[in-house]
């Protein structure tokens, strides 16, 4: 077995935009396919049955299998009774794409508690919710491949998505840990960083350009791969752009006793110099190495 032929894979949001076309893909390549969707409004209002049940359609007028599956993965029994639809339907479950997502956008000082728990609760608590359930399975099996949905509002900001950017920089905290976590366990977990034209970005982005929702789709479906043992990565695919992203250290400085106010200042440009820079790390494991050395 090569890729993700014969694999199962939950793709959470995937009745329209990027999840439509990652189902797509990794059915294309032979994945037995969750399409997992609500059905809700950008905002995460309503529900309708019908673009999950769609996506499934298309899956299997190519020859493809899939399933449909409405269950809200913003809560814990939703995103367990999404993963038991899978290993019901399945009989198991390998591959994991978190892509399900809505927008409550507006400036922090406007932003209302539901504002904010409404999008945390579907783009962090969704990806750990359904993560956590099929875990068990992609353990004991010694196998799995998780994909997180982060973005440049993560990653590097936006005005106007506090909500949003908070949690798509929680989906790459829980990525680091789970990465380490499933490493002994064949688990690979990884990160897109997406740019691409849908629903969520109608209206934000130039409409002109190229931003296919495939291209995102390409990297997906590489990294759900058996073949690929990349874990700990962050993709970002600006349409036909793909580059990596990734949480640096600048060599720093040392002082000798704790530092006044001026004497941070004065040395701020040795601090912040990135030249030679270095991948972090928590500073729980540089102790427990330098115990161990």
């Known amino acids: 077995m090569s890729g993700v032929d014969g694999r199962v894979a939950i793709v959470t949001g995937a ?23 609500p059905g809700v409004g950008r905002g995460g209002e309503g529900g309708d049955g019908s673009p999950a049940q769609g996506v499934v359609a298309e899956i299997t ?24 639809a899978a290993v019901e339907a399945f009989g198991g479950v390998h591959v994991v794409v978190n892509n ?19 999008v945390v609760r579907v783009h962090l608590d969704g990806s750990a919710f359904v993560t956590r359930a099929a875990w068990p399975h992609l353990r004991e099996q010694r196998y799995g491949r ?19 950017a908070a949690a798509k920089l929680g989906v790459v905290g829980l990525m680091h840990t789970l990465a380490l976590e499933g490493a002994r366990y064949g688990i690979r977990v990884n990160s897109v960083a997406p740019v691409a034209l849908t629903r969520m970005t109608a209206g934000l982005l130039d409409a002109s350009t190229d931003l296919d929702p495939a291209w995102v789709s390409a990297a997906v479906g590489w990294l759900c791969t058996e073949e690929c043992d990349l874990t700990a990565e962050i993709v970002r ?7 990596r992203v990734r949480l640096v250290e600048s060599l720093g400085a040392d002082f000798v006793e704790p530092p006044t106010d001026d004497a941070l200042a004065g040395r701020w440009a040795e601090i ?13 494991a540089v102790a427990r190495r330098a115990g161990s050395a």
């Open 272 to 284: 912040a110099d990135m030249v030679g820079a270095k991948q972090g790390e928590a500073a729980v």
């Open 15 to 37: 009745g329209r935009g990027l999840g439509r076309s990652h189902a797509l893909r990794l059915a294309a390549g032979g994945a037995q396919v969750l399409v997992n969707d």
């Open 100 to 118: 399900a997502g809505i927008l409550r956008d507006t400036t922090f000082h406007k932003m209302t508690t539901e504002q904010w728990q409404a």
């Open 146 to 164: 998780v994909v997180m949905t982060t973005s440049g509002a993560g990653l590097f900001g936006n005005f106007g998505q506090a909500n949003y």
């Open 237 to 243: 695919v600006n349409g036909p752009h793909f580059s």
């Open 61 to 84: 007028a190519a020859g493809g299998v899939a399933v449909a599956d409405h269950h809200d993965i913003s809560t814990d029994d939703g995103a367990r009774a999404a993963v038991t």
